[in-house]
C-alpha cells in the first residue's frame, strides 16, 4: 500500500496467505503473481457488487489479468492497452513520480517492456503521450462500446 492509498476505497489489501486462501476459494475473477510475493486480483464479489448496482466496472489491472478476462468473458469485456509512447518515455514518468525504489522501478520496467509484445491481443491499443488526450480517447472507446452493448442488449 502506498502512502496515499486507502483499505477499502483504493483497493482491498490483504495479506498473502489470505489472498492465497482466496485464490483456492475460486474468489477472484482474475489475479496474478505481478511480481514476486506481489499479488494483484480482481474479486468476483465486487464486480457482482457493482452490476448489482446497475454499474459498469472499468478495471485498471496487468496485461495477464485483462488478458485472462478477455478470453474468460469475451462477450462482456472491452480490453484497452495503454502503451507508452517508448520505454524511455516511460522511465521519465515513473522516475517523475518518486513512488518506487529502483529494484521495483527496474522490476515495473522490465515488466513493461515484455507486456509491450502483448498489446496486438487487446481490442484497442491507446498511446500514452499526453494524459488528457488518452483520458479522452479511452471516454470516447469506452461510451462507444457501452451504446453499441447497450443497443445491442436491446434489440435482442
Do not use: C
Not at 483497493?11 to 496474478?32: A, C, Q, W
Not at 472491452?78 to 522501478?105: C, D, M, Q, Y
Not at 462500446?145 to 447497450?150: A, E, G, I
Amino acid at each position: 500500500m502506498r502512502p496515499n492509498e486507502t483499505n477499502g476505497t483504493d483497493y482491498h489489501f490483504l495479506r498473502k496467505d489470505d489472498f492465497v486462501d482466496k485464490i483456492e476459494e475460486g474468489e477472484f475473477l482474475e489475479y496474478e503473481e505481478v511480481y514476486p510475493g506481489l499479488y494483484y486480483g480482481t474479486l468476483k464479489s465486487e464486480i457482482e457488487r457493482l452490476w448489482d448496482l446497475g454499474k459498469t466496472p472499468l478495471l485498471d489491472i496487468d496485461v495477464m489479468g485483462a488478458l485472462n478476462i478477455k478470453q474468460n468473458y469475451s462477450q462482456n469485456a472491452l480490453t484497452i492497452f495503454l502503451h507508452p509512447v517508448s520505454i524511455a518515455n516511460l522511465r521519465g514518468r515513473l522516475a517523475a513520480r518518486k513512488t518506487e525504489n529502483e529494484k521495483s522501478f527496474e522490476a515495473r520496467i522490465g515488466k513493461a517492456e515484455k507486456e509491450l509484445v502483448s498489446a496486438d491481443q487487446f481490442d484497442y491499443v491507446v498511446y500514452n503521450n499526453k494524459l488528457e488526450e488518452t483520458i479522452k480517447t479511452v471516454e470516447d472507446i469506452v461510451r462507444k462500446y457501452l451504446s453499441t452493448s447497450l443497443n445491442n442488449s436491446l434489440n435482442q
